[in-house]
T-cell receptor, first 112, second 106 residues
């Protein structure tokens, strides 16, 4: 089945540790996106990539890093520099230019 | 002030009621999206609109570009419609509303 997957669904980490969230898609989409969702707020863009080996910062990139070595994969690393990492993280993919995006199931990260 | 405002923030309805969720935005857009987020967190795209009206089953979405306003209607609501509904607009990137949490009681 075609789709976009994120793993794990729930993730717990100690403060000060880096953690990497996985996002994989088999939709042959060029563009991939990472969003953060906090209670009572709209989704905010962390990073996006329009093509392999290229990515751009979104509105809240500080404390995060990404890579796009393969078209199918766009992992997000939450570093210890991110001051409030506890959130729900959503990955999306699309054909580009912010047309219809397909969202993964999300990863809920809790930093203890 | 957010660029995308949704109302109401929370909505509780009885099964069968007609539901309206509103979205207002303050910027010029190329398209508007309505998304549905289920309790597990996954998001699905319901509609993409640039003008007029679209219908899919019991869901209807309308947009008025001049007034910078869109509405999502649910007819004959059902408990399985309970979810967070998110309005998003395409500008140079995607801007999201905070969502409307809908609970439909049997």
């Amino acid at each position: 089945d075609g789709g976009i997957t994120q793993s794990p669904k729930y993730l717990f980490r100690k403060e000060g540790q880096n953690v990497t969230l996985s996002c994989e898609q088999n939709l042959n989409h060029d563009a991939m996106y990472w969003y953060r969702q906090d209670p009572g707020q709209g989704l905010r863009l962390i990073y996006y990539s329009q093509i392999v080996n290229d990515f751009q910062k979104g509105d809240i990139a500080e404390g995060y890093s990404v890579s796009r070595e393969k078209k199918e994969s766009f992992p997000l690393t939450v570093t210890s520099a991110q001051k409030n990492p506890t959130a729900f993280y959503l990955c999306a993919s699309g054909t580009g230019n912010y047309n219809e995006q397909f969202f993964g199931p999300g990863t809920r990260l809790t930093v203890l | 002030k957010n660029e995308v405002e949704q109302s109401p923030q929370n909505l509780t309805a009885q099964e069968g009621e007609f539901i309206t969720i509103n979205c207002s935005y303050s910027v010029g857009i190329s398209a508007l999206h309505w998304l549905q987020q289920h309790p597990g967190g996954g998001i699905v795209s319901l509609f993409m609109l640039s003008s007029g009206k679209k219908k899919h089953g019991r869901l209807i979405a309308t947009i008025n570009i001049q007034e910078k306003h869109s509405s999502l209607h649910i007819t004959a609501s059902h408990p399985r419609d309970s979810a967070v509904y998110i309005c998003a607009v395409e500008v140079n990137d995607m801007r999201f509303g905070a969502g409307t949490r809908l609970t439909v009681k049997p």
